[in-house]
């Protein structure tokens, strides 16, 4: 069983930015994945970003470049740096992991994930 715990969530200013963790009880095995993911009430849960064990990440469209997903293998700590946030960045963000072998790439897709962390929120004013 992976535990996964987020932090650094927070309240920052249009523009603003602000640095999220995940620390895992698990390494990431080869072809593992990890991400994040961000759910605003009453809908669904979206993908942010995703890193891959072999160091492959993709990003949401909405990203624009903004947030940059990595991670320090030797720490088994998985971070979403967000700069320029906006308004609509508003959600809980969840850290997410699946340590199956993954050929292609991450899932971007909420039911590829085995593990969840309680998430932290955002909030951007």
């Known amino acids: 069983h992976v535990q996964l715990v987020e932090s650094g969530g927070g309240s920052v200013q249009a523009g603003g930015s602000l640095r999220l963790s995940c620390a895992s009880s698990?390494?990431?095995?080869?072809?593992?994945?990890m991400a994040w993911f961000r759910q605003v009430p009453g809908k669904e849960r979206e993908g942010v970003a995703a890193?891959?064990?072999?160091?492959?990440?993709w990003s949401a469209d909405f990203v624009e470049g903004r947030f940059t997903i990595s991670k320090d293998n030797a720490k088994n700590i998985l971070y979403l740096q967000m700069n320029s946030l906006k308004a609509e960045d508003t959600a809980m963000y969840y850290c997410?992991?699946?340590?199956?072998?993954?050929?292609?790439?991450?899932?971007?897709?909420?039911?590829?994930?085995?593990?969840w962390g309680q998430g932290t929120q955002v909030t951007v004013s």
């Open positions: 997410a992991a699946d340590r199956r072998f993954h050929y292609g790439g991450c899932p971007r897709d909420t039911w590829n994930y085995n593990y």
């Open positions: 698990a390494y990431t095995n080869s072809g593992a994945c």
């Open positions: 890193i891959h064990s072999d160091g492959r990440t």
